[in-house]
């Protein structure tokens, strides 16, 4: 499953690639991308487990920037 998300309040690329490579770490990701200047995030990872994956990667982007969120409908 590949999906993507818009974020709001992302300060910095720098901050975005860290999120982007600390994503990338969490299980069942098979591939993530953090744009600054689009204030996205795109996930890709296991159908079964994506739910999970989607909550770590909130608590992974609250870790390296408090004020970001990403904005799940």
Same mark, same amino acid.
């Given at each position: 499953? =590949?999906k993507?998300?818009?974020?709001? /309040?992302?300060?910095?690329?720098?901050?975005?690639?860290?999120?982007?490579?600390? %994503?990338?770490?969490? /299980? &069942? #990701?098979? &591939?993530? $991308?953090? $744009?600054?200047?689009?204030?996205? #995030?795109? %996930?890709? &990872?296991? /159908?079964?487990?994506?739910?999970? %994956?989607?909550?770590?990667?909130?608590?992974?982007?609250? =870790? #390296?920037e408090?004020?970001?969120? %990403?904005?799940?409908?």
């Amino acid at each position: 499953m =590949k999906k993507t998300y818009k974020m709001e /309040d992302l300060d910095c690329a720098n901050c975005a690639a860290k999120m982007e490579a600390a %994503i990338r770490k969490i /299980d &069942g #990701v098979t &591939g993530a $991308s953090v $744009s600054f200047m689009a204030q996205k #995030v795109t %996930i890709e &990872g296991d /159908d079964e487990r994506f739910e999970e %994956i989607l909550k770590e990667a909130v608590k992974v982007c609250k =870790k #390296v920037e408090p004020d970001c969120r %990403i904005l799940i409908k």
